[in-house]
């Protein structure tokens, strides 16, 4: 497999029937997550700005302000991981200073009912992927240094 067989631009969506009702993905050309069946009337909060040019080469992206806490909000979805075969997030940032807990994906319902997250470690360079619910928690670490910045 190559790198560009893993590329997943904006309001990209495997299109396979079912899959249109379940598969959330960024809307082309709007700061907006959706389903493919339902892009014009899906709920969601979000206040990350759109970028037409600024992705990687130039394709789009979402811009994030961490001092305004700006962020883009899914709305609740029901993941049903077992019965719809698995679960897969994808995504590409690019950190621009260091803060402290910059979270890159959160699915979740608040801080002390996290699910599933990735962001950084504190203010170092590490990823901390973390899954738990409310009695216990599970947390990985990137090896050092392998959150780059301005890359």
Known sequence: ???????????????????????ISLVSWRAQ??????????PGIN??????TGGPGGIRA???DTGLSQY?????????????????A????????????ESVVSFGNGPDNWNIMLQRAWNTNTFQFD???SRSRCTVHSPS???????
């Not at 206040?47 to 037409?52: M, P, Y």
């Not at 240094?145 to 890359?151: F, I, Y």
Request: proline share 0%.
């Open 1 to 23: 497999m190559s790198e560009a067989d893993c590329k997943c631009y904006a309001g990209a969506y495997k299109s396979s029937s079912e899959a249109d009702k379940r598969a």
């Open 33 to 42: 997550f959706s389903t493919l069946a339902d892009q014009d009337n899906f």
């Open 47 to 52: 206040t990350a700005v759109f970028n037409s």
């Open 62 to 64: 979402m811009i994030f």
């Open 72 to 88: 883009m909000d899914a709305g609740t979805n029901r993941l049903n991981v077992q019965s719809n075969g698995g679960f897969t």
């Open 90 to 101: 994808v995504c590409v940032a690019k950190f621009f200073g260091v803060n402290e807990y």
């Open 131 to 133: 899954i738990r619910d």
């Open 145 to 151: 240094n392998s959150l780059a910045v301005d890359t």
